[in-house]
C-alpha cells in the first residue's frame, strides 16, 4: 500500500509525507483535524490540511518561541498563550518555575481533545496546575484584559484561515494593551520564501511594527513547514532581543534543550539579504491615515 | 401579530432559475444577442465570472418569458415575490433601488403635483421629481441632538403637512432610514388614505422587516401603496437587483407602462435569477437567518459600548413618536465622545486595519450586518474600534454635531435643474438658489437639491465635511469647487 499525506505550499508546491495509518479525522466547528502515524516524522497533526506539528520537528518551534522571550525578560511570571492547543509550547513554559499563570486561549477545544487522545506526550502538561484554559474567541478575551501580562504567545494557524483575526492590527494593538510596561509578544511569522506567505508577513510585519517599539524578526530551520524555513516576531515594549539577552542566567537554569543556545538565539537574528530587504519596505512604509 | 404574512404559494419554487437550469440543459445554439454567445466569444471574461456565470447572461426568449412583458416565468416569479411580501403585485427590477423610487413617484404624481416627504430622503428620490415635475413639500424630520442624525417624521408634522397641503397627492416616508430608524408608518398611512393621498414607503433598508419577528412594521403589512424594496442590501441578491411591491389600490398595468418608461428592454437574468434565488431563501429561511444577524447586532453593541467612548445606540431611541420602532440588525455608532469624526473612523479601519464598514459621516459610523456575517468578523471589528480608542482618543471640542438644516424651497427641482444657469465658485453663491445636488455618498442624502436657497450655513457644512474627508458628489464640476445656480434667482 502507498498512502501519503500532501499539503501544497504553494499551487506548485506539494511536500509529502508517507502515512503508515490515518489515526483520527474530525471537523470541529471550525477546522478540519487530522493525525497520522508516519515513518519518518512519527505521529503528525494536520489542521484543514495543513501540518501544524510532527513528533519529529515539533521541538524547534516550540522552544524557539519560548526561550527566546524567556531569555530576555529578566521576570516572566504572567503569560498568556494563544492558540497551541497541541500543548507544546506549554510543555516548554512549564519547565519555568518563575512562571506563575500561563492563560491557553484556543477557540477549538476539539483540538485540545484530540491531542490529549493522540499525542499525550506534548499535551501533558495542560494539566500543570498554573495552566488555565479557556475556550474563546482570542480578539474577545484579550480585548478585555489590561496589562496583565509579562509575555504573550501567539501560536496560531496560518493566517488564510480561522486564525486570520491573529494576524490583524487590531488583534496586535490589543495584546499591546494586555502587556505589562516591559511586556513581550511573540508570534509565529510564517515564511518568507514562497510569495503568497512572504506578503501575509510582511503585512503583519508591518502591523506589529507600527505598534511595538521594538520589533524584530528571527527565524529557524523546520522541515515540515513551507520551504523549511520560519520566522517568529519578537515585539517588545522595552526589551531588544538582543541587547537584553541574559545568557548566563538563563544557562544557569540548566535547561536541556535541543534546538535552542543562547548563541543560536543572538543568531537567528541575523537575516538574510532578501529578508532584510522584504522588511525595511514595509518598515519604511509610512502611510497611516493622517487625522 | 398581523402583519405576519403567510404566504400562499409554494415558495419553495423559482421559476427563473427552474427555466434557466432547463436552458441550459437545451443546450440551444445561440443566434441571438448577446453576443458573447455563453462567454465563448469572450474568454478573459468567461475566466472572471466563471462559465457558469456567463452560460446563463441570456436574452428574453420564450422559455424565459421578458421582463417588459411577462406572461410566464418572470410573471410566476413575481407573483411568488409578491405572495413572500404580501404585496398586491411585486415587480422585479433591474436598474437598482433607484428604479424603483423613480416608478414609484412616476407612477403617482405628474408635473406640479404636490408630494409630502421628509427632506432626508435618498437622492434618487429627489431625482425623480426632477424627472416628473412635482413640487416637495418636507416634513422636517426630527433630530437626536445628541447623535446628530435625523429621525423619522413625527405624527403630529405629518398631519399639518397634510392639512396644509390638501391637494398633495402622496406622502413619501423613509422607512427604515440607513440608521434603522422607523416612523408610526400605519399612523401615516392611515392619514394619508384619510386624506385621499397614496403612502408611498422608501424601504431600501427594509427587506428584512418581510421576514422577522420582532421586527418594525413593513410598508405592504400597515397597508402602503407601493414600496421600493432593496433585495440586494439586506436580501442577499446581486447589487442593481430590487423589487417593486404595490398595494391593492394601485394597478399593475399602469405601474408597468411607468417601469417601462425607463427600464431596459435587455434585463439581465443574472440579475433576475438573484432575486427569484434570494425571494425563495428569504421565505424559506429568513425567520431564522435574521434572527442571527439581530443577535450578531445586539451582541456588537453590547461589546462595543463596553469599550467605552463609543455609543452603539439601539432600541432605548424608540420615543412612540419619531423614532416609533428600531430595526435592531443595523450597527451604528457613536465616534464623537472619543474625539473622532465618524468620516475618520471609516476612513482609519479602512485604510488601517483592511475593514470597509458602509459608512462614516459627521457623528457616526455604520457597519452594515447581513446573512453574511459571522462572528469572528464581527470579533475584528469590535477590536479594531477598541484599538482605535486606545491610539487615537483626544478631546472632542472642535467637533461639529451634525445638524439638520431646514431649507428653503425656492422653486420645483425640475424647474430649477431646467432654468437657465451658470456656474459659480461655491463660495461667491451664498443666496443664490442651486440648480443641482450636493451630497455626502454614502449615504446620499442631498445636503442641497436643486430648487433649495444657498446658505452660508450650508456652505460652512459642505466645508466642514469635505476637510473631514467625506466624498461629496453630485455638481457637474467633481471638484466641487464651483456650482450651477439659477440665474436671476437671488433674493
Not at chain 2, 416569479?77 to 424603483?100: C, K, P
Not at chain 2, 398595468?253 to 434565488?277: C, E, F, H
Not at chain 2, 455618498?441 to 430648487?451: E, H, Q, V
Request: overall charge negative; charged content about 25%.
Amino acid at each position: 500500500m502507498d498512502l501519503w499525506f500532501s499539503e501544497f505550499h504553494t499551487p506548485d508546491v506539494k511536500h509529502s509525507i508517507r502515512v503508515t495509518r490515518h489515526l483520527y479525522s474530525g471537523r470541529s466547528d471550525y477546522q478540519q483535524i487530522d493525525v497520522f502515524d508516519t515513518p519518518e516524522f512519527g505521529r503528525v497533526l494536520t489542521l484543514d490540511g495543513s501540518v501544524m506539528l510532527t513528533e519529529r520537528d515539533e521541538f524547534i518551534y516550540d522552544e524557539m518561541i519560548t526561550h527566546v522571550p524567556m531569555a530576555v525578560h529578566p521576570n516572566i511570571r504572567d503569560v498568556l498563550v494563544i492558540g497551541a492547543g497541541d500543548g507544546g509550547v506549554v510543555k516548554e513554559l512549564t519547565r519555568y518555575s518563575q512562571i506563575r499563570r500561563i492563560d491557553l486561549i484556543e477557540m477549538d477545544p476539539q483540538v485540545i481533545e484530540v491531542c490529549r487522545t493522540y499525542l499525550p506526550e506534548n499535551a501533558s502538561r495542560l494539566d500543570d496546575e498554573r495552566v488555565h484554559i479557556r475556550f474563546e474567541n482570542a480578539l474577545r478575551s484579550i480585548r478585555r484584559s489590561n496589562g496583565n501580562y509579562d509575555l504573550i504567545i501567539v501560536d496560531s494557524t496560518d493566517p488564510f484561515g480561522p486564525g486570520e483575526g491573529l494576524f490583524t492590527r487590531e488583534f496586535y494593538g490589543n495584546c499591546f494593551s494586555a502587556l505589562r510596561p516591559d511586556g513581550i509578544m511573540v508570534n509565529q511569522q510564517g515564511s518568507p520564501f514562497y510569495r503568497q506567505d512572504a506578503e501575509a508577513m510582511q503585512r503583519s510585519h508591518k502591523r506589529i511594527y507600527t505598534t511595538f517599539p521594538i520589533s524584530r524578526i528571527y527565524q529557524a530551520h523546520i522541515p515540515t513547514y513551507a520551504a523549511g524555513y520560519w520566522l517568529f516576531g519578537f515585539a517588545s515594549k522595552r526589551y531588544h532581543p538582543v541587547d537584553d539577552l541574559n545568557a548566563e542566567k538563563w544557562s544557569s537554569l540548566g535547561l536541556e534543550t535541543r534546538y535552542y543556545t543562547p548563541l543560536l538565539h543572538v543568531g537567528s537574528f541575523y537575516l538574510p539579504a532578501f529578508l532584510e530587504n522584504m522588511l525595511r519596505e514595509v518598515e519604511q512604509d509610512n502611510s497611516q491615515t493622517v487625522l | 401579530m398581523d402583519r405576519t404574512n403567510k404566504p400562499k404559494l409554494d415558495q419553495r419554487r423559482a421559476p427563473i432559475y427552474e427555466a434557466l437550469e432547463n436552458f441550459r440543459q437545451m443546450r440551444v445554439v445561440p443566434f441571438d444577442v448577446p453576443g458573447h454567445k455563453r462567454g465563448r466569444g469572450n474568454p478573459e471574461l468567461t475566466a472572471f465570472l466563471g462559465e457558469q456565470c456567463v452560460s446563463v447572461d441570456v436574452n428574453s426568449m420564450k422559455p424565459l418569458d421578458n421582463l417588459s412583458h411577462p406572461i410566464s416565468v418572470i410573471r410566476e416569479a413575481e407573483m411568488l415575490a409578491a405572495d413572500a411580501f404580501g404585496a398586491s403585485y411585486a415587480f422585479l427590477m433591474v436598474g437598482g433601488t433607484t428604479s424603483a423610487v423613480q416608478s414609484m413617484l412616476l407612477s403617482s404624481c405628474k408635473r406640479g403635483d404636490e408630494i409630502i416627504l421628509p427632506r432626508n430622503v435618498h437622492r434618487s428620490v429627489i431625482n425623480a421629481l426632477v424627472l416628473c415635475g412635482a413640487v416637495p413639500v418636507y416634513v422636517d424630520p426630527d433630530v437626536d441632538r445628541r447623535l446628530g442624525i435625523s429621525l423619522g417624521m413625527c405624527r403630529r408634522d405629518v398631519a399639518r403637512a397634510i392639512r396644509e397641503h390638501p391637494n398633495a397627492v402622496a406622502v413619501l416616508v423613509n422607512n427604515p432610514t440607513y440608521y434603522g430608524i422607523c416612523s408610526d408608518l400605519r399612523a401615516i398611512v392611515r392619514m394619508a388614505h384619510e386624506a385621499g393621498m397614496l403612502c408611498l414607503v422608501d424601504e431600501a433598508h427594509g427587506t428584512h422587516f418581510y421576514f422577522g419577528d420582532d421586527m418594525p412594521v413593513s410598508a405592504m403589512a400597515a397597508g402602503a401603496d407601493m414600496s421600493a424594496v432593496s433585495m440586494h442590501k439586506s436580501g442577499g441578491s446581486l447589487t442593481q437587483s430590487s423589487l417593486l411591491l404595490i398595494g391593492p389600490q394601485m394597478s399593475v398595468g399602469y405601474v408597468r407602462q411607468i417601469i417601462n418608461l425607463t427600464q431596459t428592454t435587455s434585463a439581465s437574468y443574472l440579475l433576475m435569477s438573484s432575486l427569484d434565488i434570494s425571494r425563495r431563501n428569504l421565505a424559506l429561511r429568513g425567520r431564522t437567518v435574521f434572527a442571527r444577524v439581530g443577535e450578531m447586532a445586539e451582541y456588537a453593541r453590547e461589546e462595543i459600548n463596553e469599550i467605552g467612548g463609543y455609543y452603539a445606540f439601539g432600541k432605548e431611541l424608540v420615543n412612540g413618536d419619531s423614532v416609533f420602532a428600531f430595526d435592531t440588525t443595523k450597527l451604528s455608532v457613536h465616534t464623537r465622545d472619543i474625539g473622532l469624526a465618524g468620516i475618520e473612523v471609516y476612513d482609519i479601519l479602512r485604510d488601517e486595519y483592511d475593514i470597509q464598514i458602509e459608512f462614516g459621516e459627521i457623528g457616526n459610523i455604520l457597519a452594515y450586518l447581513s446573512m453574511g456575517d459571522r462572528p469572528q468578523e464581527l470579533e475584528r471589528l469590535v477590536s479594531a474600534l477598541a484599538d482605535i480608542r486606545r491610539r487615537y482618543q483626544r478631546s472632542s471640542i472642535g467637533l461639529l454635531s451634525q445638524e439638520y438644516i431646514d431649507p428653503e424651497v425656492v422653486m420645483s427641482p425640475q424647474d430649477a435643474f431646467y432654468a437657465p444657469k451658470r456656474s459659480v465658485p461655491l463660495e461667491k453663491s451664498v443666496g443664490e438658489v442651486c440648480s443641482e445636488f450636493v451630497m455626502c455618498y454614502p449615504p446620499g442624502i442631498p445636503i442641497l437639491a436643486p430648487g433649495e436657497r444657498i446658505t452660508s450655513q450650508i456652505l460652512d457644512y459642505i466645508e466642514y465635511a469635505r476637510s473631514k474627508g467625506c466624498s461629496l458628489t453630485g455638481p457637474e464640476d467633481l471638484a466641487i469647487e464651483n456650482i450651477n445656480i439659477v440665474i436671476g434667482g437671488k433674493k
